[in-house]
């Protein structure tokens, strides 16, 4: 199978797994919202509501930043989604999260 170049993303495999490791913190696979969430709320359990920006660092450090869709959850019940990213600094020598600003 070849692959259009069209649209094309291509990640290198350390920026790739630290975009992985952080957002299985931020919204573990499988997790499921608390019983009685609004429309909101299920909304911003799901990973699809998010674009992620990755950004190399120094000494093996990868900056990965959640930020809501513009276009997601939108005219929902309950609070809109906050606009301020989530930013996860990881460190992939030692594959640990180094801090997390929210």
Do not use: N
Not at 12 to 24: K, L, N, R, S, Y
Not at 42 to 53: G, I
Not at 71 to 90: H, K, Q, T, W
Request: aromatic share 6%; proline share 9%; net charge negative.
């Amino acid at each position: 199978m070849v692959l259009p170049s069209e649209g094309q993303h291509v990640l290198p495999g350390a920026i790739a797994a630290a975009v992985a490791f952080a957002m299985e913190d931020f919204l573990p696979l499988g997790a499921q919202p608390r019983r009685g969430a609004t429309p909101t709320e299920v909304c911003a359990s799901q990973r699809q509501s998010y674009d992620v920006t990755a950004v190399p660092g120094a000494d093996a450090v990868v900056f990965v930043s959640f930020s809501a869709r513009q276009d997601a959850c939108r005219d929902m019940e309950g609070p809109p989604l906050s606009d301020v990213p989530i930013v996860y600094a990881v460190d992939t020598a030692r594959w640990v999260i180094l801090s997390v600003q929210k």
